[in-house]
Each structure stands twice: as C-alpha cells, then as structure tokens.
C-alpha cells in the first residue's frame, strides 16, 4: 500500500570529516554514531532520534597517560549489554608499536568510556583492527576483526584477512583460537592492486538461521572501497561469499568509496539501513569522509540487496514509500 512521503533527506549527513561510522540504537530509544572522529585523541559521537538529524555530542572516549594505545584510534563499535556499554576499537599499541583492539566501558552511551585494561583486549600475535561483535539468539558472543595487512604477508603481497573468535560472556575478553573467516579472492576485491589487498570493516547479523557477515574490501582510500559479504550456517564459518558482490559500490563519478558500514533499523522497525561513509571530494578521495545511509533488505532468496548509494531526495527512515 502505498504511503504519503512527508519527510526527506539526502546524502551525505551532517556527519563530516570522520570515517568508519558505526551507529547503535540504545535502549534509551535514541541512536549513536561513533566513527573514526578525533585522530590520535580518541573518539567522538553523535546522536539522534531519527537517524537523520545528528547533534555532536564530543568526546566519549579520549586518550590519556594510561592509555595503551597511542595513536590512530580508529573504527569504534558500542554495544549494549545488560545495562553496561561495551566499546571495542583500534589503537596503535604503545608497547610493541603495532595494531590491536582494545575495549572500554562506560555506564552510558555518551561515555565517559574508560579502558577495561592497560593493554589490548587480546593479542594474537599480529596487528588487528575493525572490531564487530554478534549477541546471538542463544546468548553466543562472537567478535569479527580483520588481521590487518600492514603485517600479514602472502608470498610478494599483503593482505587483510578477517578472522572470527569466541566472545566471553564478560564482554570484554576471548575464548580460544581465532577462525579465519574471509579472504580478499572475488575479482571485485583486487581493484586496489599494488600487491595489496583488503577484507575488513567486517559486520555480522543473522537472518532465518543464516548468518550473514559483510565486509568491505578494496582501498579506503579509492573509489573502488566497496561492500560485499558472505553466509554461512555458523556464525564462525565456512562461510561462502555472495556471488554477486559488492551490493554496496559506486555507481556514479561523484560517489567515491562506499564502505565501512553498519546495519541499523529505522525508528519504528519495520525497514533497515546501511550506514556508510563515502568520500568528502570524490575526485581525490583518502580519508576524509562523510556520513550516508541508504534502505537495504533481503529478497525472498535470502540475497542482500541495497538501494544505493544515493544523492537524491529519499523519505526519511520509517517514511516509507510503499508498504
């Protein structure tokens, strides 16, 4: 049935000069963006009531003398459990200069989010980065992180690899051996060339039994960032890609490196969105990067679909066109 469009927005966001966004849906009925935000300081935020209309909030997590990271803070994720904020995220560590993933916890979703510990949440030997994490239906704690490819060497080229491990019931700590899950391998994926290639920026979620991990893969940097994903029975694989990937990439010379998302449902819950970033000059692109979010959904074969990326008038979320 078709509905009257009221309300519109368009890409890009308010949200600017950031990376990496990743917003959550608290149970205070409000929604929170933590990207990339604050270079070698920590993390800002942003909140909204309609996934629209942001308001910066500040710092939720800054840096200080007994941080164990201390520079590039990046790619943020909060999740909310039994009335605590966990955030999971990137730092450089101090202590052997390279990559990991640390967690923080605050009381609220606006912080302050204060560093579980003096070192990083795990290390496995190797730099990591992207954190993502999956509350199963059956309680089950998962987290997704790509091997970063600033230290994983395949023969004469580098490579990010994404790897999947057992989540505490804690939040804030590993159960065993990492899985390695996704490999760039899809022709889609090798457009970044130079001997270096990407699958990270990983974000799971279950439909019907099946688990779905998306990812993006080229160069941040180039027009070519771009998302796919894979499915699997398990929520630590084998998991096996889309053969039409990407469903999220540019489609026009002035959208430049869609990428680094997240899934998120619309105010009242009857449609999803993916939230993206995309680069602020598309003629140049690198890291300056800027909000957008488009509908996305499922058809009747399980398929991702996503209609995007867009700069056009679009009903805002919850303001459907048809029903």
Same mark, same amino acid.
């Given at each position: 049935?078709?509905?009257?469009?009221?309300?519109?927005?368009?890409?890009?966001?308010?949200?600017?000069?950031?990376?990496?966004?990743?917003?959550?849906?608290?149970?205070?009925?409000?929604?929170?963006?933590?990207?990339?935000?604050?270079?070698?300081?920590?993390?800002?935020?942003?909140?909204?009531?309609?996934?629209?209309?942001?308001?910066?909030?500040?710092?939720?997590?800054?840096?200080?003398?007994?941080?164990?990271?201390?520079?590039?803070?990046?790619?943020?994720?909060?999740?909310?459990?039994?009335?605590?904020?966990?955030?999971?995220?990137?730092?450089?560590?101090?202590?052997?200069?390279?990559?990991?993933? #640390?967690? =923080?916890?605050? !009381?609220? %979703?606006? @912080? +302050?989010?204060?560093?579980?510990?003096?070192? &990083?949440?795990?290390?496995?030997?190797?730099?990591?980065?992207?954190?993502?994490?999956?509350?199963d239906e059956d309680g089950g704690k998962y987290l997704y992180y790509s091997r970063d490819c600033s230290e994983n060497y395949i023969g004469e080229q580098r490579e990010s690899h994404?790897?999947?491990?057992?989540?505490?019931?804690?939040?804030?700590?590993?159960?065993?051996?990492?899985?390695?899950?996704?490999?760039?391998?899809?022709?889609?994926?090798?457009?970044?060339?130079?001997?270096?290639?990407w699958n990270e920026g990983a974000f799971a979620l279950k439909r019907n039994g099946i688990y779905y991990l998306m990812y993006s893969a080229n160069f941040y940097a180039s027009k070519?960032?771009?998302? #796919?994903? =894979?499915?699997? !029975?398990? %929520?630590? @694989? +084998?998991?096996?890609?889309?053969?039409?990937? &990407?469903?999220?990439?540019?489609?026009?010379?002035?959208i430049s490196g869609p990428g680094h998302h997240c899934v998120i449902d619309s105010p009242d819950g009857s449609e999803l969105f993916i939230v993206y970033h995309t680069h602020t000059?598309?003629?140049?692109?690198?890291?300056?990067?800027?909000?957008?979010?488009?509908?996305?959904?499922?058809?009747?074969?399980?398929?991702?679909?996503?209609?995007?990326?867009?700069?056009?008038?679009?009903?805002?979320?919850?303001?459907?066109?048809?029903?």
């Open positions: 049935m078709d509905k009257t469009v009221t309300e519109v927005y368009r890409n890009p966001l308010a949200i600017q000069r950031i990376g990496d966004p990743f917003v959550l849906k608290a149970s205070d009925g409000k929604y929170y963006c933590y990207p990339t935000s604050a270079g070698d300081h920590g993390y800002k935020a942003w909140t909204s009531d309609d996934l629209v209309n942001w308001r910066e909030l500040g710092f939720v997590y800054e840096k200080n003398e007994k941080s164990w990271g201390y520079k590039q803070f990046w790619a943020p994720e909060v999740v909310e459990n039994n009335g605590r904020f966990y955030m999971y995220y990137t730092a450089r560590w101090t202590e052997k200069d390279s990559l990991r993933i #640390g967690v =923080a916890v605050a !009381d609220k %979703p606006f @912080g +302050p989010f204060i560093d579980v510990y003096d070192r &990083p949440m795990f290390d496995f030997g190797y730099a990591a980065i992207d954190a993502n994490v999956l509350i994404i790897y999947g491990v057992r989540l505490a019931d804690d939040m804030i700590s590993v159960i065993g051996e990492p899985a390695l899950l996704l490999k760039p391998e899809q022709e889609w994926e090798l457009k970044s060339g130079l001997k270096v290639y070519h960032y771009s998302v #796919g994903y =894979a499915i699997s !029975d398990h %929520p630590l @694989g +084998p998991y096996r890609k889309y053969e039409h990937n &990407p469903v999220l990439a540019s489609n026009r010379d002035d000059d598309a003629a140049i692109g690198g890291g300056n990067r800027q909000v957008c979010i488009d509908r996305m959904g499922f058809r009747e074969d399980g398929s991702i679909y996503v209609n995007g990326p867009t700069l056009t008038d679009q009903p805002v979320p919850s303001n459907r066109i048809v029903e």
